[in-house]
Every structure is written in C-alpha cells, then in structure tokens.
C-alpha cells in the first residue's frame, strides 16, 4: 500500500539553527511534492512546491530537495525563529494530495 | 478574496443527529476538496470534485457520509446519522489547475464533536 512517513516526534531545537525534517514515501511516482505548515487550530498553509524533475527548491529561509531514487524529501528551516514552530506536512500528488501525519518543529528561544 | 470559508466553526451534536457542514471555495477556482483530520489518522481524503462534478469519493468512509456541489460557489458534507467516531475536524480546500500543480488553500476547518 501506499504511505507517507514523516517523523511522529516532535523536533526540538535551539533558535538560529537549522531544523531539518524528513518525508519518506513508498509505493508512489508522485508528479511533485508539496510542504505545508500548520499551526493550532488553523488549516495547513502552503509553503513550497517541487517537481519530480527537480533536485532542490528554495524561498528565502526554507529550503526543500526531493530525491525520487531514495523516495525522500527533506524540508530545511534555517536561522529558525520561534515563530517557525509549527506541524510540517509533506503530501504528494498524482491525482489529489495525500499527506503525511506532520512533524512537530518547537523552536526555543 | 476571503480564501476558503467554511462554517460552522465548532459543531456539537449528539449521536443519530443529522450534521451538514458548508464550504465556500475561492472565486476562479475549479477543484474543490473535502478532509478530514483526527490525531490517529491524520488529514485523510474525503472527497473531490473537479468543475462542480465528484471525481474520487474512494476516501468517503461509508454510506452515512454524502457530498454535495451544486454550484462553483458552494459545497456540503452531510452526515446522517452522526456516530462518536466521525469527531474530528473537516476541512474544506479549493485550487485552480490553471498552474499544472495541485496547491490547496485550505479553510479554518469545522471542528465536530459527536456525543
């Protein structure tokens, strides 16, 4: 079957370093992969975008790569700031998005 | 634009009632989609619908649940009758394929909560 993995424990680190989270996947060929952030209470926000073709995308401190030989994609958050905690879904798309549980990221000041 | 708007916000119900949640899409937009969000199973697929029209009702759970389009500017979900285990919130999402990806805008979300 199909499934998304993405770390169920929640990630703590130290504001101003680079918080790195992980999305595993296994059974798809997905057309792209997509990042999004959630915060309490909120629907997820979209943040970033990238395509089977592609190696690496980024936007301003958030970096994203998308290895399709290791069906892995690892979101990058550097110089993090409180403000960057939040629940972080990677979903991939063939026909609709499926997404995966969602990473924790709690950024201490 | 307002984005996604969804309504209720919070719905308490007891169990056998009938629970309709209400979607309004962004204005242009041609897809719309239905998810539902609990802490065990995550943000699962409902249901989509493509140009008002349901395309893939794989993620509806059973008979009890129903979804409707009945033009670009609105949609419901339909519960009858409501049981404990659909708790959970329903979010409402919509895009536009006009860009070849798939990028959802998602509503606040109707948090249920079945007695």
């Known amino acids: 079957s199909q499934k998304i993995e993405q770390n169920s424990e929640a990630l703590n680190i130290q504001e101003g370093k680079t918080a790195t989270l992980t999305c595993n996947y296994t059974?798809?060929?997905?057309?792209?992969l997509q990042w999004y952030r959630q915060d309490p209470g909120r629907g997820p926000v979209f943040l970033l975008l990238?395509?089977?073709?592609?190696k690496e995308k980024r936007k301003e401190r958030l970096k994203v790569t998308f290895d399709t030989t290791l069906k892995q994609s690892l979101f990058h958050i550097t110089a993090s700031q409180p403000a960057d905690s939040a629940t972080y879904l990677c979903?991939?798309?063939?026909?609709?998005?499926?997404f995966g549980s969602g990473t924790r990221l709690q950024v201490q000041p | 634009d307002a984005g996604v708007i969804q309504s209720p916000r919070h719905e308490v119900t007891e169990m056998g009632q009938e629970v309709t949640l209400r979607c309004k899409p962004i204005s242009g937009h041609d897809y719309l989609f239905w998810y539902r969000q609990t802490m065990m199973r995550g943000l699962e697929l409902l249901i989509y619908f493509n140009n008002n029209v349901p395309i893939d009702d794989s993620g509806m759970p059973e008979d009890r649940f129903s979804a409707k389009m009945p033009n670009a500017s609105f949609s419901t979900l339909k519960i009858q009758p409501s049981e404990p285990r659909d708790s959970a919130v329903y979010f409402c999402?919509?895009?536009?394929?006009?860009?070849?990806?798939?990028?959802?805008?998602f509503g606040a979300g109707s948090r249920l909560t079945v007695l």
């Open positions: 059974n798809y060929s997905p057309a792209y």
């Open positions: 979903a991939l798309d063939r026909r609709a998005l499926t």
């Open positions: 999402a919509s895009s536009s394929q006009a860009s070849g990806a798939n990028v959802l805008t």
């Open positions: 990238i395509r089977e073709n592609e």
